[in-house]
């Protein structure tokens, strides 16, 4: 049972323009959500998170967006560039200092110059 | 700075050989991890350290072995290689738990045939 579903497996967009990546969830106990990035051949980087006792939270050109009551975060990313170009995570945790964090299957973002 | 170093980066086994992935980590962090990554899948944990001295499992735990050696150490064994274990494994710490920003190893992709 895939508890972090990140249903768009890529996402092309035109550089300067928006891209929107959508994860849902299905555990009603996270309460706390990450993203990464992670370039081929590389680790995942830490990106932005967010604590559900906000519904936003931005980070320069990152914003990441959370609807509690659809169970549902997006992260936006204004403007697109080419350098953006990975594979994006959402993650999930549930508790304070947690240690398990579950992962989504990734969305493969292509920013085209 | 060299964050999270992983050895080796590639490593193919026959069936039924034993392995041990070593990380080390530079950041005086008192939490490390050990995560698979499958094509198509997200990363999934495999066993966790969340302090020097402590081990627990993960999602994924059965046929691995960890050892903690001390605070930036933190090795994964497999004692009889199997081709399911065909991965590609990352090794990560925070500072404390994973609703701190993880810093990843740059993999090792290792093929069981």
């Known amino acids: 049972d895939q508890q972090v579903k990140q249903n768009s497996p890529s996402l092309s967009v035109q550089e300067g323009r928006i891209s929107i990546l959508n994860c849902d969830y299905t555990n009603s106990m996270f309460d706390y959500f990450l993203w990464y990035k992670k370039y081929p051949a590389e680790g995942p980087t830490f990106l932005i998170s967010i604590s559900s006792i906000k519904d936003k939270n931005e980070d320069g050109r990152f914003t990441v967006f959370l609807n509690k009551s659809a169970k549902h975060l997006s992260l936006h990313i204004v403007p697109s560039q080419p350098g953006d170009s990975a594979v994006y995570f959402c993650?999930?945790?549930?508790?304070?200092?947690?240690?398990?964090?579950?992962f989504g299957k990734g969305t493969l973002l292509t920013v085209n110059p | 700075n060299a964050g999270v170093t992983q050895t080796p980066k590639f490593q193919v086994l026959k069936t039924g050989q034993s392995m041990t992935l070593q990380c080390a980590q530079d950041m005086n962090h008192n939490s490390m991890y050990w995560y698979r990554q499958d094509p198509g899948m997200g990363l999934r944990l495999i066993y966790y350290?969340?302090?020097?001295?402590?081990?627990d499992k993960g999602e994924v735990p059965n046929g691995y072995n960890v050892s903690r050696l001390n605070k930036r150490e933190f090795s994964l064994r497999l004692e009889s290689a199997a081709p399911s274990q065909t991965s590609v494994y990352f090794c990560a710490s925070t500072e404390l738990g994973m609703n701190t920003e993880a810093f990843f190893g740059q993999g090792t992709r290792l093929t069981v045939v």
């Open positions: 350290s969340a302090s020097e001295g402590t081990t």
């Open positions: 993650a999930a945790s549930v508790g304070g200092s947690n240690y398990k964090l579950t």
